[in-house]
């Protein structure tokens, strides 16, 4: 099992950009797909962001591409959400999670099996 904590989030005007971070402890962050969802008051929790296992590769939902970027440091232990041109209907808790399923890159929201608490994500008009 990983242990995954978020840290980064805040308030912010529309226009400008926050940097997401997600520190992972225990084994095997290396190899797991990564991702970044959000839950906004009221609605389900959606796909944000995802990324390889080797960074090689990354997804993003429409709303967000172009503006928003994944990245990882496995040497870190740590996954990055780069989130510029906010908007305020980006407001959300934003959570970063794990799909540990083995050579698993399914972005599915059940497929990830461990989650952070969250970071609060507030984006002002």
């Known amino acids: 099992q990983v242990t995954l904590v978020e840290s980064g989030g805040g308030l912010v005007q529309a226009g400008g950009s926050l940097r997401l971070s997600c520190a992972a402890s225990?084994?095997?962050?290396?190899?797991?797909?990564m991702g970044w969802f959000r839950q906004a008051p009221g609605k389900e929790r959606e796909f944000v962001a995802g990324i390889s296992w080797t960074g090689s590769s990354t997804y993003y939902t429409a709303p967000v591409s172009g503006r928003f970027t994944i990245s990882r440091d496995n040497a870190k232990n740590t996954v990055y959400l780069q989130m510029n041109s906010l908007k305020p209907e980006d407001t959300a808790v934003y959570y970063c999670a794990a799909n540990q399923i083995s050579g698993s890159t399914s972005l599915k929201v059940n497929d990830f099996g461990s989650w952070g608490h969250g970071t609060q994500v507030t984006v002002s008009s």
């Open positions: 225990g084994r095997g962050f290396s190899s797991y797909t």
